[in-house]
Nanobody, 123 residues
Framework: QALLLESGGGLMQAGGSLRLSCVDS????????MGWFRQPLGKGREFVARISSAEGRSTDYADSVKGRFTISRDNAKNTLYLQMDSLKPEDTAFYYCAAALVYTDNPKYYDFWGQGTQVTVPS
């Protein structure tokens, strides 16, 4: 079972960088496909990035973050990362990590979710 805890959010000026971390305190992190989602205030949850299980050889990104964000995983540390560069005000949202048993960008297939971390990029 995946038990997820995000960290690394905060306030950053446009053009800056943040790195989000998501630690899985469960025992089978490497078995899960992992994803990052975000939810801007007053809007629905949207896909940001996903990474395949095991060695994480496959990744995929939303068009809005492609070329600026990088998802990665360290199975030895049971940790998922999201490196966010060239931040924009429209990146402001609550960011969640999630775990699934399938490789998908659809949040309904993710079985475990963290509590989220806020990222704010003032305009």
């Amino acid at each position: 079972q995946a038990l997820l805890l995000e960290s690394g959010g905060g306030l950053m000026q446009a053009g800056g960088s943040l790195r989000l971390s998501c630690v899985d305190s469960g025992r089978t992190f490497s078995n899960y496909y992992m994803g990052w989602f975000r939810q801007p205030l007053g809007k629905g949850r949207e896909f940001v990035a996903r990474i395949s299980s095991a060695e994480g050889r496959s990744t995929d990104y939303a068009d809005s973050v492609k070329g600026r964000f990088t998802i990665s995983r360290d199975n030895a540390k049971n940790t998922l990362y999201l490196q966010m560069d060239s931040l924009k005000p429209e990146d402001t949202a609550f960011y969640y990590c999630a775990a699934a048993l399938v490789y998908t960008d659809n949040p309904k297939y993710y079985d475990f979710w963290g509590q989220g971390t806020q990222v704010t990029v003032p305009s």
